[in-house]
C-alpha cells in the first residue's frame, strides 16, 4: 500500500496545503520578533542514527515477553525492566544505546539556522549542544532545576532537557516511577515551561505527543486563559500506515490544546522547514566592508554611503548584520543606532545583528570560516562595499594577492554557496570591485542583476546608489513570493 492509497494521510496532506501559507507567515513574523520557541522530540534525533523509543525497547521488551505497538506505554515498559533487572542496567543499556549516535543532520541544521532562543527537548542526547558549538553560538544548557537560574534571555541560547542528560544518568526521566514523581522534583521547570507556553508560540518537531507532560500544561493553561491562549505549530509525519486514530489526535491537538499539526511526508520535511528558514532570513541583509587606508574623499563617500544605506534599509522593513569591518563597520552600526534611537525602537537586536570577526584570537583557517558562516547564516542577501585590510596590504596587495580584503572575498564565496541575493557596489572599488568583476563575467549565475550590474559599477552617487540596492532586493522579494 502507497501512501497515495490511504485516503487518511490524503486528507491531511490536502488540510495542510490549505494551511501552509498561513503556517510560514505565522510563524516566521513570531520568530522574527523573538516571539518563538522550539520543542524537540526524539524523531529529530533518529536523524543522526538514534534509534527511536520503541526500537530502544525493542531487545527490552522480548526479554520480558512483550510485543510493541504503538499504543505501548514505554516508560511502562522501562519500568518492568528496571524491576526485573535493575534500574542502574536500564540506565546503563540507554546510555551505551544514546552513545552510538553521530553529530549534526540536516534537519536540525535547518532547525537551528532559525535563531531561537529557548530550545526544549525530551531528548538526553547532546546533539543541540553539539550543533550550537559547530555554530559558535553561545549556550546554557538547563537540565537540573538548579540551572533556571543561569537562563540568559539575551545573549545565549537556553537549552532546556526536561527529560534529563545523558551525562546525568540517574537523573533522567525513563521510567513510569520517574514520570509518575516528575512533578514532586521538577515544579520550577514546568512553571517555566508553563510561562513560555503563555508568552511565546512554539514549534514542535519529532514530538509524537505520546507522553502528557506538555499537554497537561497545555490543558492548565487553557483553563485559566481559554480560547485566549497563544496558537502552537507541530510538524508530524503522515505515511501509508496512517490511521484514524492519528487523524483524530490531529484535530484533539487542535480543539483542545490550540495546536495546529502541519502533516507532511517524510522527503518534505526539509524542504518545508527550508521555505520557512527563507521566509525568516527574507529581508535580512548583511553588509560586508571595511577599509584601513583610503583617500580622504572615498572616506566622506563611505559615511555618506552608509548613512543613506542603513536609514532606507531600516525604513523599507530590512533588518542588518554585520561583522563590523575595520570602519566601514562602525558606520553600519552607529547610524543603525542612531536611527532606532530617533525611532524609538527599544528592540534593537532584532534589527541589527552585529558579529564583530575575533581579530583578537589566534583562528585556524576553518575556525575563521565558521565564523564567516554565522554572520551570515540568517540572512538572504549580502552587500559588498569597499573592502581593504591592513594585512592583505602587507602582503602585497592586489598585485601579489589578486585581492585588497581575502576576509571580504571568502564571505562572498559563502554567500555565493549559500545562494544570497549578492550586490557588489563595484563603484566603492577595492575588494568590491574585484568581486563586481568577477559577478559581471559571470552574470548569467545573477540575473538579479542583469539589469543594474552596469550602474553599480558607474553610479557614485551614494543616494542612487541605495535606490538601486533597493530596487535589486525588492524585485528578487518579489520573484520569490510569485514562486
Known sequence: MSIEDNEIADRLLKQTKLDI?????????????KGSSLFVGSGVSRNSGHVTWGTLFEPLAAELGIEIT???????????????????????????????????????????????????????????????????????????????????????????????????????????????????????FLTFLKKELISNTFLFVGYSFTDALVLDCLSSISRLLGKEGNTHYAIMLVNE???????????????????????????????????LNNKIKEKKVFISGAYDKILESEVAQSDELSYALVTSLLENGFRLSTGVGKRLGTLITGYSYQYLAEQGIQNKDKYLSMRPFPFHKDLSEDKKQEYRINMQHDCSSAIFLFGQSKKTNEQGSVEK?????????????????????????????YEAEIIWKEVKQNINEYPYLSGKIDELMSEKDPKRIVAIILHILNEVAYNNRAN
Open 21 to 33: 501559507n498561513d503556517f510560514l507567515d505565522e510563524f516566521s513574523r513570531e520568530t522574527i520578533n
Open 70 to 188: 504503538e499504543k505501548t506505554d514505554l516508560y511502562r515498559l522501562a519500568q518492568y525492566y528496571a524491576n526485573k533487572h535493575t534500574d542502574s542496567k536500564l540506565r546503563k543499556k540507554v546510555q551505551d544505546e544514546i552513545g552510538k549516535i553521530k553529530p549534526g543532520n540536516a534537519l536540525l541544521t535547518e532547525l537551528i539556522d532559525m535563531n531561537f532562543n529557548n530550545i526544549w527537548t525530551t531528548n538526553y542526547d547532546p546533539l543541540i549542544e553539539q550543533e550550537l558549538s559547530r555554530r559558535l553560538i553561545s549556550y546554557n544548557m538547563i537540565h537540573d532545576e538548579k540551572d533556571l537560574a543561569s537562563i540568559d534571555r539575551n545573549e545565549k541560547v537556553n537549552v532546556h532537557k526536561i527529560n534529563g542528560d545523558i551525562n546525568s544518568p540517574s537523573k533522567m526521566i525513563i521510567t513510569k516511577k520517574d514520570y509518575d514523581h516528575y512533578e514532586d522534583g521538577h515544579s520550577l
Open 241 to 275: 500506515k496512517t490511521t484514524i486514530e492519528f487523524e483524530h489526535m490531529v484535530h484533539d491537538l487542535k480543539n483542545r490544546y490550540n495546536i495546529r499539526v502541519m502533516c507532511i511526508t517524510e522527503t518534505q520535511i526539509i524542504p518545508l522547514l527550508k521555505r
Open 401 to 429: 594577492t589578486g585581492h585588497y580584503s581575502q576576509g571580504v572575498y571568502q564571505e562572498f564565496l559563502i554567500a555565493k554557496e549559500r545562494k544570497l541575493t549578492i550586490i557588489p557596489v563595484g563603484s566603492t572599488g
